[in-house]
């Protein structure tokens, strides 16, 4: 990297700090902070959606993935995320902005205290927020590894600098500074694969030699079960993308909360998993193309890097890195803003009831919380490798405990599962959690689809059969809840308005 480059990166950031200023006038409250007063556009949260959904993990442990085993990684990664979130759109996204109209919620763990009761919103708020910051971490440690790769600056400098930035925006803008740079994000990163794709069909003979890899890839590379991705780790992770990706994590969950309504959401839903049918396959290509170009390479985890730096002319260098940037500052910011939410929302008003006991949360707590997320994530990046790396944190441990603790926030959401109580969902969160450490630590010679589907099933079977074997009636509250996000309607003045603080007593 040379000058040039470091403009094109100071650019950008310029870029973000503009928007960023923009976005600070929308902010005159919580509920702009966390949900954008419930207006945005649906083309902009679909957008948003999709760039929150992944990080500079794709072109980092993703990328080893595809130079090591092929066309998998958009087997097991991008379609099955494009099919669940089709199904999401008809489901859930709804849902959750209907969510917002009826009970004024800025947080989606909020509405759990009327659905089941405070105990059980506590219990997985907290396991949620501790999950989420682990989550991040690796995505902090996954940009570092870019950042050194490009400009041998130090990892933890590298992470300091995303933190930093991460920090600037989400503090000041809220959820309209994030969704607005995740629009913005997306232009960069759209010029910067056409780029890569133009770099690599110029090294191949031209644009007509583009299909003629596939037969020039490794053995194996264009199956689409290949490596430890057997078609069971396909199956079980298609499973949490359902749940992750339609509000089991909590940032995804946001984008349709700040719908104006439900059928916005849904729009919302659609334009995402488009982008995730068909983004992809331009995405990957260079890093499926890697192994015929570049053979050698000895870290897999670097061959996105290492063409850039080979390929590409200086400018547009720095362009690709500020690409896969801005992905984690993507999905770091969003998941900040919605773990802030949470434990603005949720959390802080359990433990300090007099502090938080009336009216809005303080958008000053709000941002201190912002604050210290950022830095407690930052500290786990610089100790990724005591976790197992990067990958591992992102696809065993994330894998394995999302499940048990989304099941019972958006199952909670469907009238088919009306009768499933707290019990139902204390019940599966224990058993999902208390699975994963048994397979993970204790069961020896466990494969890594078995490590991720077994607690999201039995979570599954006792939420299920919990709510089956149920035989006391549904509360009045509950039923009328349920009914209430079926269909867009206006508010329905039955249903509690959500507060920052719930009572302490279950309902």
């Not at 809220?174 to 629009?183: E, I, K, T």
């Not at 849904?266 to 992809?280: G, N, V």
Request: hydrophobic share 55%; glycine share 8%; charged share 10%.
């Amino acid at each position: 990297m040379n000058g040039i480059d470091y403009v094109v990166m100071a650019l950008y950031a310029l870029m973000i700090v503009m928007i960023t200023l923009w976005a600070m006038r929308k902010v005159g409250s919580t509920k702009d902070f966390f949900a954008a007063g419930g207006k945005m556009p649906w083309w902009l949260s679909g957008v948003s959606h999709h760039m929150s959904g992944y990080s500079a993990a794709v072109f980092v442990a993703y990328a080893a993935v595809a130079y090591k085993y092929g066309i998998t990684i958009y087997f097991w990664w991008a379609f099955p995320i494009s099919i669940a979130v089709f199904i999401g759109s008809v489901i859930f996204a709804p849902r959750w902005a209907r969510l917002r109209i009826h009970m004024n919620i800025e947080s989606p763990m909020e509405y759990l205290a009327t659905r089941y009761n405070v105990p059980t919103q506590q219990v997985l708020a907290w396991s949620g927020v501790l999950l989420k910051t682990f989550d991040v971490g690796a995505k902090w440690a996954a940009i570092a590894i870019i950042i050194n790769a490009f400009t041998g600056l130090d990892p933890v400098f590298g992470i300091s600098i995303s933190g930093v930035l991460c920090l600037f925006y989400t503090v000041l803008g809220g959820l309209w500074a994030d969704a607005c740079n995740d629009f913005g994000q997306f232009v960069v990163q759209f010029i910067a694969a056409i780029v890569m794709v133009g770099a690599v069909a110029f090294h191949l003979g031209g644009f007509s030699q583009l299909p003629a890899i596939w037969d020039k890839l490794p053995a194996g590379h264009t199956d689409i079960v290949a490596g430890p991705y057997s078609m069971g780790f396909i199956l079980a992770y298609f499973v949490i993308y359902t749940l992750s990706y339609n509000g089991g994590t909590w940032n995804l969950a946001q984008r349709f909360i700040a719908s104006p309504r439900g059928k916005d959401a849904r729009k919302a839903a659609l334009l995402s998993a488009a982008l995730y049918l068909i983004w992809p396959l331009i995405l990957f290509y260079p890093m499926w193309a890697a192994p015929i170009l570049f053979p050698n390479i000895t870290d897999p985890s670097q061959s996105y890097s290492i063409m850039a730096m080979q390929l590409l002319p200086n400018g547009l260098i720095g362009l690709v890195l500020v690409a896969m940037f801005t992905h984690t500052l993507s999905m770091t910011s969003s998941d900040t803003n919605a773990i802030t939410a949470v434990v603005t929302r949720d959390i802080l008003p359990v433990l300090f009831p007099r502090r938080f006991g009336s009216g809005q949360s303080s958008l000053v707590v709000a941002r201190m919380t912002v604050v210290l997320f950022i830095l407690i994530t930052l500290l786990i990046a610089i100790n990724a490798n005591r976790f197992g790396g990067v990958l591992s944190l992102l696809i065993i441990w994330f894998g394995g405990l999302v499940g048990p603790i989304s099941i019972p926030m958006l199952l909670g959401l469907l009238p088919w599962f009306r009768k499933c109580n707290a019990t139902a969902a204390i019940s599966s969160w224990a058993v999902g959690v208390v699975a994963f450490f048994l397979v993970k630590f204790v069961i020896p010679g466990m494969s890594t689809a078995e490590i991720v589907a077994i607690p999201v099933l039995l979570s599954l079977a006792v939420y299920t059969l919990s709510g089956w074997l149920r035989r006391s009636p549904v509360s009045l509250q509950v039923d009328s809840l349920l009914n209430a996000l079926n269909q867009d309607q206006i508010e329905n003045p039955s249903l509690p308005k959500v507060e920052p603080l719930y009572q302490s007593e279950s309902r």
